[in-house]
């Protein structure tokens, strides 16, 4: 729910931009993420679904 709301348009069908939105992934075991396409920052956790190699100058 609190993804989708970046998507959410005003009275002139502009998108609104969701600022402060927190985007979780649960894989299953042994698949690892590593990078994300939008404009996000890293929240630095660490788990054995999280690849080791940092993608990006905002290290997704």
């Not at 998507?7 to 990078?35: C, I, P, R, W, Y």
Request: aromatic share 10%.
């Amino acid at each position: 729910q609190r993804f989708l709301h970046i998507f959410n348009k005003d009275n002139e069908d502009f998108l609104e931009m969701g600022f402060d939105a927190m985007f979780g992934l649960q894989t299953t075991k042994g698949l690892e993420v590593s990078g994300f396409i939008m404009h996000a920052i890293s929240a630095r956790k660490e788990s054995t679904c999280v690849g080791e190699m940092q993608i990006s100058i905002r290290q997704t």
